[in-house]
Nanobody
Framework: VQLVESGGDLVQPGGSLRLSCVAS????????MGWYRQAPGKQRELVAR???????NYADSVKGRFTISRDNAKNTVYLHMNSLKPEDTGVYYC??????????????WGKGTLLTVSS
């Protein structure tokens, strides 16, 4: 299974952008999918996550500005980003998690797409 991100760009503060992540297999095969980001010099952090059942959760820093969605027919997960701030700058990684048992699972990662928010 491969996850391929796209959509990263240079955006001015206050702008909007949509990131896409296409899975080579069905997104149904993942129990949950999400977006993480890594800013320069910082650890990778969860930005947003969506389960197969449609439950979403967001980092406090992006609540009200970012929306995660999935189109299972297109095997694609999106991250819609509004009111972008310079602190949103970073490499955004698509993540998929497949549960194997009650206590174990497998993580899948894309290679990342760069978002730079700057004037």
């Amino acid at each position: 299974v491969q996850l391929v991100e796209s959509g990263g760009d240079l955006v001015q503060p206050g702008g909007s952008l949509r990131l896409s992540c296409v899975a080579s297999g069905s997104t149904f095969s993942f129990n949950a999918m999400g977006w993480y980001r890594q800013a320069p010099g910082k650890q990778r952090e969860l930005v947003a996550r969506i389960t197969n059942g449609g439950t979403t959760n967001y980092a406090d820093s992006v609540k009200g500005r970012f929306t995660i969605s999935r189109d299972n027919a297109k095997n694609t997960v999106y991250l819609h980003m509004n009111s972008l701030k310079p602190e949103d700058t970073g490499v955004y990684y698509c993540h998929g998690w497949r549960q194997l048992s009650v206590s174990t699972g497998v993580d899948y990662w894309g290679k990342g797409t760069l978002l730079t928010v700057s004037s």
